[in-house]
């Protein structure tokens, strides 16, 4: 069965600073990785996704993620997190192996402070 | 944004009755998925379908049924609505699972918040 952990129900992080959101999966077969955002009220926003290649992934408004197939994790991270970043995160997989399924974590709170 | 339009926005049921939300896409897109997104629990798959008339269950199916008779529409019915499934429900498309020429990523609808009295 696949699924996905997202460690921290919050994460907190000064404006300026790097910020790391953690994500770890499990499934039987190569992952497709992805990462959404979410805004208050709205629907979820795609960020970037790992599907093979190379580990490090670029995706929208700076955000960044790195694949690590040893430690079954896909962080996302950013150098410098904005204000404006302060939303909810969410992890998802897709097993190749499977029809189409994906499962999100449980989402993290990132809240950047000036 | 993607052409997917869920209705209705919102709706307040009472318990027992059964509720029918609609999931419209314009994108002809091949996967489509039913979350329920509740505080504490993230996003949960309730059931998807990976074709006209090819559905499977997801983590929370329990008192769920799905049907898709057409590619654009993808319908979730709560059989008898119990207090346990008031939830904001998001519907997402997809043009594909793997790679291949194809976008692989999901697109999300803004949502029905069901409340069920």
């Known amino acids: 069965a696949q699924s996905v952990a997202q460690p921290e129900d919050q994460v907190n992080v000064a404006e300026g600073n790097p910020l790391t959101v953690k994500c770890t999966y499990s499934v039987s077969g190569n992952p497709y990785l992805f990462w959404y955002v979410q805004y208050p009220n709205r629907g979820l926003q795609f960020l970037l996704k790992y599907i093979t290649g190379d580990n490090l992934v670029k995706g929208s408004y700076g955000f960044e993620a790195e694949f690590n197939k040893s430690q079954t994790s896909f962080h996302l991270k950013k150098p410098s997190a904005l204000v404006s970043d302060s939303a909810l995160y969410f992890c998802a997989v897709r097993d190749i192996r499977n029809t189409g399924k994906l499962i999100f974590g449980q989402g993290t709170t990132l809240q950047v402070k000036p | 944004d993607a052409g997917i339009t869920q209705s209705p926005r919102h709706k307040v049921t009472e318990t027992g009755t059964p509720v029918t939300l609609r999931c419209h896409q314009t994108e002809n897109h091949r996967y489509m998925y039913w979350y329920r997104q509740d505080p504490g629990h993230g996003l949960r798959l309730i059931h998807y379908s990976y074709g006209v008339k090819d559905t499977d269950k997801g983590e929370v199916s329990d008192g769920y049924s799905v049907s898709r008779s057409k590619t654009e529409d993808f319908l979730l019915t709560l059989e008898s609505a119990t207090s346990s499934q008031t939830s904001v429900y998001f519907c997402?498309?997809?043009?594909?699972?793997?790679?291949?020429?194809?976008?692989?990523?999901?697109?999300f609808g803004q949502g029905t918040r069901l409340t069920v009295v």
């Open positions: 997402a498309i997809s043009e594909s699972a793997w790679q291949g020429g194809k976008n692989t990523e999901a697109f």
